[in-house]
């Protein structure tokens, strides 16, 4: 039977060399009972690195984010599940706040930051963070966490090859009322960068926006993989 007392990080993986070892290193000195990287087919160094470190368990998977998820989460034994991407860093004492949310609580996430300067990133940033207010949805990277009960009563991450956090967050914010703790979680912000931080943003409200409408999506690109 999971444990009531523990909390279960899990951690999805596709050629995260450059990262998977500032963010376990990021998680390990927390409070978590279990961490999965679970992976999909890596080409580089990140299995290596996660079965070398301590604490790490390694899963393998199909890729995607859904799926990659949904296995962890099938494997661990923890009463909550934390769902972290591998370019982000959790705040100090992420676990430590939700292993101390009462009983009534049953999901949430985190504030979000980029860890760039760039002024128009901390401006998207504070965006998300009202949207995420408002919607009670957060993004991926602002590291969701659940009980276990309701996210298998809930069947888990929807089948979708992207947009998979929003789809969940829709299932959550019908079954409850998800909090959004104010520590930050930090997201790598290479990609916005790469990319161009307009640009990004259009991509990303475009996708939400087909997401909602239920409209065919563009602008897949800015999932491709930035290393």
């Not at 978590?32 to 604490?55: F, N, Q, R």
């Not at 079954?175 to 931080?197: H, N, Y």
């Amino acid at each position: 039977m999971p444990n009531a007392t523990t909390i279960a990080v899990i951690i999805p993986t596709f050629n995260e060399e450059a990262r998977i070892g500032a963010t376990l290193a990021n998680v390990l000195p927390q409070r978590p009972a279990e961490v999965w990287v679970v992976d999909s087919g890596s080409s580089d160094a990140t299995v290596a690195i996660a079965a070398t470190t301590a604490g790490v368990q390694v899963l393998r998977a199909e890729k995607g984010r859904a799926p990659q998820m949904n296995a962890g989460a099938a494997a661990a034994r923890g009463e909550w599940l934390l769902f972290l991407h591998a370019d982000t860093l959790l705040p100090p004492v992420a676990l430590e706040r939700i292993a101390a949310l009462p009983d009534s609580v049953l999901a949430g996430a985190f504030r979000h930051r980029f860890s760039g300067k760039d002024w128009r990133l901390r401006l998207i940033s504070r965006l998300d963070n009202a949207r995420s207010r408002l919607t009670r949805i957060a993004f991926g990277d602002q590291a969701i966490f659940v009980r276990r009960a309701l996210f298998e009563r809930l069947g888990g991450f929807p089948a979708c090859e992207v947009m998979e956090d929003v789809a969940f967050g829709e299932l959550l914010r019908k079954a409850t009322t998800p909090i959004l703790l104010r520590d930050e979680a930090i997201t790598d912000s290479r990609k916005f960068e790469q990319m161009g931080v307009w640009t990004s943003l259009a991509r990303v409200g475009l996708l939400l926006a087909c997401h909602r409408l239920r409209l065919p999506l563009v602008g897949r690109s800015f999932f491709n993989e930035v290393r």
